[in-house]
C-alpha cells in the first residue's frame, strides 16, 4: 500500500505546554487508521495540525506532495478533509442541499451562469455519499428533524461529497447510543472499502478497535504504541496509560461498539 497522508515531527507547543512532540504518522491507500488516548493526548490537535488550523512544526505531505506550508483551504481542495467536533449542519438546508454545498466547486463559466439563473449543482458525488451513508431516504428532510445518529451521518456524508483523498474524523460517535455507534461504524468501514482512506479519532473503543485496520495511541503529545488493534489492545503500556479498567471489557468484546465510559462506569 502507498501511503495517502504522510506525516514526520509534528510538533505543537501552545505557549510552554507541547501539545504534539514529534509525531510520525502515515495512512495508507485503503486503510481506517484510529487514533486514540486520553483527553488532552493531542489528537484533536493533530488534526488541527496537519490540515493547516494550528502552526505546527515537522511535514505534511497528501499523495506525496508537501502541504505543510499550504492554508486550510489549500489543503482541502486537494483533498484533505475533516470534520468537526460539532456536526455544524445547515439546519435551514435539506440533507441533499448540506451535501451540495460541500461538493460545489464553481467554475468561472458556472459563476458568470449563477449570475443569471439559479444553480444546480452536480449531483454525482452527492448520490454516490447519501448511498454509502444509508441517507438516500433522508435526502429531502431538514437536519433538525434526524436523530443525533442520522445527523452524525450526514456529517460523514458531506465530507465525502467532496471526493476527498483523506477524511479525518474527530469524534464522529460522540453522542451515539451503542446501536448508532454499530451502525456509524458500519458505515465507516464501507465508506474505506469503497476507496476513500478515514484518520478516526474517537473515545469509543469499541468502535474504534472494531473497525480499524491500524491504531496509534497518544498520550501526552507523544506515540506510545501503534499496531494492528489486536495488539493494541493487549499492549501493557497503552492499559496502563488509557484502557485502565475498561481492558478486560474490551478484551471480551472489543468492537461490540461500547465506548470507554460505558466499559468502566463513566
Not at 428532510?141 to 442520522?150: A, Y
Request: proline fraction near 4%; glycine fraction near 10%.
Amino acid at each position: 500500500m502507498s501511503a495517502v497522508l504522510s506525516t514526520s515531527g509534528i510538533s505543537v507547543s501552545f505557549g510552554g505546554v507541547r501539545a504534539l512532540v514529534d509525531v510520525d504518522l502515515d495512512v495508507q491507500e485503503g486503510q481506517l487508521l484510529g487514533l486514540i488516548g486520553p483527553n488532552g493526548a493531542g489528537k484533536t490537535t493533530y488534526i488541527d495540525a496537519i490540515t493547516g488550523f494550528v502552526r505546527c512544526r515537522g511535514s505534511v505531505a497528501l499523495n506525496g506532495r508537501d502541504v505543510s506550508s499550504l492554508p486550510p483551504h489549500a489543503r482541502a481542495q486537494l483533498g484533505l478533509v475533516r470534520t468537526w467536533q460539532s456536526i455544524e449542519l445547515f439546519d435551514d438546508l435539506s440533507v441533499r442541499e448540506n451535501l451540495a454545498v460541500a461538493s460545489y466547486r464553481p467554475t468561472v463559466w458556472a459563476t458568470m451562469k449563477e449570475a443569471v439563473s439559479r444553480p444546480v449543482p452536480s449531483t454525482s458525488a452527492i448520490d454516490e455519499a447519501l448511498e454509502l451513508l444509508g441517507l438516500m431516504a433522508d435526502s429531502d428532510e431538514m437536519p433538525s428533524d434526524l436523530s443525533q445518529g442520522r445527523r452524525k451521518l450526514v456529517g460523514v456524508a458531506r465530507a465525502l461529497a467532496a471526493k476527498p483523498r483523506l477524511i479525518c474524523l474527530d469524534e464522529p460517535a460522540a453522542g451515539l447510543d451503542t446501536n448508532e455507534s454499530v451502525e456509524l461504524g458500519r458505515h465507516l468501514r464501507e465508506v474505506v472499502d469503497a476507496g476513500t482512506p478515514i484518520l478516526l479519532v474517537d473515545h469509543d473503543m469499541g468502535l474504534v478497535l472494531g473497525i480499524s485496520d491500524y491504531v496509534v495511541v497518544l498520550e501526552f503529545g507523544r506515540v506510545i504504541a501503534q499496531g494492528v488493534p489486536e495488539a493494541v489492545r493487549r499492549d501493557q503500556q497503552v492499559v496502563a496509560a488509557y484502557l485502565g479498567g475498561a481492558a478486560s471489557e474490551l478484551e471480551t468484546n472489543g468492537g461490540s461498539g461500547a465506548s470507554i465510559g460505558q466499559a468502566s462506569g463513566e
